[in-house]
C-alpha cells in the first residue's frame, strides 16, 4: 500500500473567490519527499488551477518561501517526514496581498529593497583596478550576504505590518551588508537612506527567527545604530 502525505493548501482567488478557505489534498509520499514535492504533484495530477511560486530547488532562490504549519520555511526544503503526521498546512507569507492562492504581491517588498541603495558605490574617481578585501574584511560580510530576497523576514516583523514607511529587516540587513563593505564609499549616503528606519526597530527577533538562512539579522540591524551613532558623533565633534 502506498504510503500518504496530506496537505491543507490555502486557496483565494480574488477575481473569483468571496473568502480565502483550505483545500485538502492527499498525495503518494516517499522518503525525502517535500513540500514543494507535493504541491507540485497536486499541480501535475489533482488541481491545475493551484497557483505557487517555485524555481531553483536548492534553498537558493527564495521563491518558495511560504507559511508552512507555523513557520516561515521554504517549501522547497521542508520535509514532509518532519512534519507531525505527514501532514502540511500550507499559507503564503502573511502581510503581504494575496493575488492567487500562494502566490502573494512582492512588489512592496521589492519597493523597500530599492529604498537603501542595494549596491556598492565605489569613489570617485572610479579605480581602474579592482578593489581586493582581506580575508578579515571579507569575513564581516559572509553571513549578510547569504539572503535570499525571500520576504519571510519582511513578513514576520510587527514593524511592517504596520508601518509603511518602515524600509523592514531585509532592507537593513542589504543596508548593513553594502555599509560595512570595505570597498563602498557611499556610507554616509546609506545611512541618511535608513534614518529613521533604522531606530524604529523594536528587536523582537521575529525577523532573524524567520530567516531560512539563518542571519542574525537583528544584529545587523543593531550594527547599523552603532555606525550612525558614531556618525553622529564625529558630525557633532567637528
Not at 497557483?51 to 521542508?78: D, N, P
Not at 542589504?174 to 534614518?195: C, N, V
Request: aromatic share 10%; charged share 25%.
Amino acid at each position: 500500500m502506498t504510503e500518504q502525505a496530506t496537505l491543507y493548501v490555502f486557496r483565494y482567488d480574488p477575481d473569483a473567490d468571496g473568502t480565502p478557505h483550505f483545500d485538502r489534498f492527499t498525495v503518494p509520499w516517499q522518503k525525502g519527499m517535500t513540500v514543494l514535492d507535493g504541491l507540485y504533484h497536486v499541480l501535475d495530477h489533482q488541481d491545475g488551477s493551484l497557483s505557487f511560486r517555485a524555481s531553483c530547488r536548492e534553498g537558493v532562490c527564495g521563491s518558495c518561501a511560504m507559511y508552512i504549519s507555523g513557520a516561515y520555511r521554504l517549501a522547497c526544503q521542508t520535509l514532509l517526514e518532519n512534519l507531525p503526521g505527514r501532514e502540511a498546512t500550507v499559507n503564503p507569507l502573511p502581510h503581504l496581498p494575496v493575488l492567487k492562492d500562494l502566490v502573494v504581491d512582492m512588489e512592496p517588498f521589492f519597493r523597500q529593497y530599492q529604498r537603501i541603495m542595494p549596491y556598492l558605490k565605489p569613489s570617485e574617481p572610479p579605480p581602474d583596478k579592482e578593489l581586493l578585501q582581506s580575508p578579515k574584511q571579507r569575513h564581516v560580510l559572509n553571513i549578510h550576504i547569504d539572503c535570499i530576497l525571500c520576504a519571510a523576514c519582511h513578513s514576520a516583523c510587527p514593524l511592517t505590518w504596520a508601518d509603511k514607511d518602515f524600509v523592514g529587516p531585509m532592507a537593513l540587513n542589504k543596508a548593513y551588508r553594502f555599509a560595512a563593505d570595505s570597498r563602498d564609499a557611499a556610507r554616509k549616503e546609506r545611512m541618511r537612506l535608513i534614518d529613521p528606519s533604522v531606530w524604529k526597530c523594536h528587536t523582537v527577533f521575529n525577523c532573524t527567527e524567520a530567516c531560512p538562512k539563518s542571519i542574525p539579522i537583528t544584529t545587523a540591524i543593531e550594527s547599523l545604530r552603532h555606525m550612525a551613532l558614531v556618525q553622529r558623533l564625529k558630525f557633532w565633534q567637528r
